[in-house]
């Protein structure tokens, strides 16, 4: 054999075996992320565990003195034999994007169903655009209460995500940094209620809901708020290029009589428009 083609079988397979003690590291790594997650987020019980074998996060919800079931179900079935808000929170332990998006929405409709909070995790990666609308599209209406990396990707992160319906502490969580505080939700929102020349409404009285908005329906907002007029020598400041004081976190959207109103996430929804994909909002309907 010549001497060039040994060098050549030599590397590589000195490259497999680099391989193979670095990717169990990268993998012991992710799961210790990912169960300091579940530890975190796994917070009402009782929790119902569901998987495709073994249960992976059982221990960790009996530690913490959590009651637990789990329950092992076939690809594809998603037809749990539980009551309604049964179980405090459902824990799906395999990769919820690896579904079909029909298996999606199944799924989060079953788990919203029998759960009041669920948690699972997603790839977001940049070449599964199409993949992820489906998710958002399947998790429509239930608020991202909490998401953290467990893993890194080579075009993205895997991430586990806590999620349940919508409240108004969410909302007052968004304007926390705002100087007149929660105050500013009712100015806000009486500034448009004008502007748009419409009648004013008791924002507090306001139902909460959880949507995710493409950036096309972002940028639409964005042009119709910057279109209307302003008070003479009122300086219009919808659009702008100043980077956000938070880059996570949803959007808050007013709406009432027909119209939608950004009043938290100015900055986060001039940049997002710009990026193909679907981005958290927090809908007010008054």
Known sequence: MWPSVLRVRERLAALRMALRKRLPMQTR???????????????HGPVLEL??????????????GLDVVG?????GSFNLPYDDAQFGTVVYSSRFDALT????????????????????????????????????????????????????????????????????????????????GHDAIGRLSRKWCERYGIAPVDVSAGEVKAEYWTNEQIAELIETMAGFPRAIG???????????????????????????????????ANKWMLRPGRYPVLLIEA
């Open 51 to 64: 998987s495709h074998g073994a249960g992976r996060y059982l221990d960790i919800c009996r530690a913490k």
């Open 101 to 180: 998006p029909d298996d999606m929405a199944r799924a989060v409709a079953e788990f919203a169903r029998v759960g009041r909070e669920i948690v699972l995790s997603v790839s977001f990666e940049e070449n599964a655009a199409r993949g992820l609308g489906a998710f958002y599209a399947a998790i429509e209406g239930l608020f991202i209460a909490d998401r953290q990396i467990v893993a890194f990707l080579p075009d993205g992160t895997c991430e586990m995500l806590r999620l349940r319906a919508p409240v108004w502490g969410d909302v007052l969580h968004q304007f926390d940094w705002h100087a007149d």
């Open 29 to 43: 790594a992710a799961w210790v992320r990912e169960r300091a997650a579940v530890a975190a987020m796994v917070e």
């Open 234 to 268: 009122e300086p219009n400041r919808m659009k702008t290029k100043k980077s956000p004081r938070i880059d996570g976190g949803p959007m808050t959207v007013f709406r009432t009589q027909g119209r939608d109103a950004l009043i938290d996430g100015r900055r986060r």
């Open 71 to 75: 329950c092992d179900i076939p690809a």
